[in-house]
């Protein structure tokens, strides 16, 4: 049976990306990573892998389930400035005119959420600031901690650490 982890960030905060990176197979070693955040409840469990986990900004919204479903599961939590996350999120509906206070009201809402689970100070949480992932000793360490039998890939890091995942929320589309 796959070991299990859970990415909890706020919108625009890298999941997209951790998705992505926490999706490969290094060795004899493999992890699959959704960012999807709709099946979280229940997440497929794709047996030929060895870790199986969730990178979405809307894991929040199930962690109590998460956590009595697989209270042995590794959970992280991206930590953003929830102004800088609501200048990004506006900055990605380029055509639209967003009520920026609501959006900043549901932002620090899910803040308040990310909040209450890591005060359960459950040893299994661990909190990261969304700044550090840029730096490639930050990532390896977090990686170690969520998939720790998945050996470090400094080749794929030199490829991914250049990309920039930013789905765009009128489209659904990574843009080129």
Known sequence: MP????????????????????????????????????????????????????????????????????????YLVVRRDVDDVVKAAIASLQFLEPDTSAIKDRVRRLDQMQDALLARRRPEVMAIGYEELSEEGVLEYVQQWLTPRLPWNHDRWLLLSQMKMVIDSTTYEVPV
Not at 12 to 19: D, I, Q, Y
């Open 3 to 74: 070991e299990r982890f859970f990415i909890f960030a706020l919108p625009r905060s890298r999941t997209a990306w951790l998705a992505n990176w926490f999706t490969q197979t290094t060795g004899n070693v493999s992890s699959f990573c959704m960012h999807d955040g709709f099946r979280t409840p229940d997440l497929p469990c794709p047996l030929n892998y060895d870790y199986v986990g969730n990178s979405d900004s809307s894991n929040i919204l199930h962690a109590v389930t998460l956590e009595k479903r697989w209270p042995e599961a590794r």
